[in-house]
């Protein structure tokens, strides 16, 4: 391949996968299949970035990718301008929850979680919100600029008002269409000022921060606040805002729906399908504009009819799949993309990406070729049923061992290693290889 991965690059990928987790950086070194998939989903994104908006959910087995196509979905998005969000459910992270015992509530929290890790291209790890402010405060000044007003001239400061007026203008016809356009004034004039206080305030207006609506009024002119009812709201008015701001669109991604599965409470479960359901019509009834939703979990969530999201009637009769789909033609015009398991060679050149790069980072002798990897996945896929059901994160985890194994035991022959693993590869940590490995 002849790849040059920067070491920090390297080791976020030798890490995260060994440790069984998707990493946020250099997807694009060790990317492989998916082509339509991920063709499918850059068609969403030019349709977003003419104005409309997408619901997504991607599905698959744990372990079959879905995380990383998720990642790198917002790793495409973030190189062509667009503004990403992300955040995992969890227990204390859901799309509908009241409050309780002083907390912000299940719902807020998840909006928060979004907020903290809005990433633009130039702030790709989060916590972009006040720069893309900045930048869109600095871009309508530099309009000013060249439409013949220097910064020096009297009237640059009122015609740069005018500017983000004229930018605002329309928002008060969304839902707190209002109130996020006043905030956006009091960040402007406090930027302007140099005034820490006022943006302070209006950024923890934007980011849910407000505990009441007292509590905001005391220190913006404004008349609602998000909260775990109306979150979605705000995050459509934010979409509008990027676009206006220049950017192509809001993507936000959310991870790990099976949490919404867990639920033990019937009720508050099927609150969250309630919540889940209001956007997905919304977005697919073309309500938002410039704003992706892709979801990702488990076929169980999807398709359990006893607490999975077919049990909901209404979500049922939406996500059901068209007759010729389920004769064979997969097609990926419908709201799910179901993740198969990618194909032997497409692990292949996986493998072969990743000895590569472990060779690369760790200094030492590439020891395994093409035969030498074959007979690794031959072993892997070896038992009944492996064919379909182990996943890329097994066999990347494990190999990522073996690889170790290797370069820390010179002396130890690969083939020899191999034949004492005379049952299909599991999942297994690299210290417990070594042990069953030690010679």
Known sequence: MGINVPKRVSQAILNSLTAGVVPRIGLEYIAVG??????????????????????????????????????????????????????????????????GHGGPGAALTTYRELLRRLSTRVRPDGGALEG?????????????????????DPAFLSRVEWKIRE???????YAHGF????????????????????KAA???????????????????????????????????????????????????????GVNLYKIAHRRSRENNYEKLLSIFNDIMQGKAERLGFYMGGTPQFME???????????????????????????????????????????IYILLERLTEIHALHHGCQTRLGK???????????SSPGAEEF????EITRDYLALLDILREKGDVDFYELIRREDRRVRAVSPEELYAAFEV
């Open 304 to 346: 359990d009819e006893r607490r999975g999201l077919a049990s909901y009637p209404a979500f049922k009769s939406r996500l059901e799949e068209s007759r010729f789909i389920r004769s064979g033609y997969a097609v990926f015009a419908g709201p799910v993309i179901r993740l198969s398991r990618l194909s032997n060679e497409e």
């Open 34 to 99: 998916r082509k339509r998939e991920i063709e499918t989903v850059l068609e969403d994104l030019e349709h977003i970035a003419e104005g409309a908006a997408s619901f997504r959910f991607i599905t698959g087995r744990y372990g079959s990718g879905k995380t990383f196509f998720l990642q790198a979905l917002r790793n495409y998005a973030l190189d062509r301008d667009y503004v990403c969000a992300d955040a995992d459910l969890s227990p204390d992270k859901k799309l509908a929850g009241s409050a």
């Open 132 to 152: 893309l402010l900045q930048k869109w405060i600095n871009a309508v000044q530099a309009g000013v600029i060249r439409d013949g007003y220097p910064q020096e």
């Open 390 to 393: 182990i996943t890329p994160r």
């Open 179 to 198: 109130d996020f356009a006043s905030v956006l004034g009091v960040y402007f004039r406090a930027f302007m000022s140099g005034e820490d206080e006022g």
């Open 371 to 381: 035969d030498e990897i074959t007979a690794f996945l031959e072993l892997a896929l």
């Open 167 to 173: 930018t605002l203008g329309g928002m008060e016809a």
């Open 202 to 256: 209006a950024l923890r207006w934007i980011r849910g921060e407000y505990a009441t609506r007292s509590e905001a009024k005391h220190r913006l002119p404004v008349g609602e606040i998000v909260t775990g009812d109306n979150w979605y709201d705000f995050l459509k008015l934010f979409a509008v805002f990027c676009a206006r701001a220049g950017y192509r669109g809001l993507l936000c991604f959310i991870d790990e």
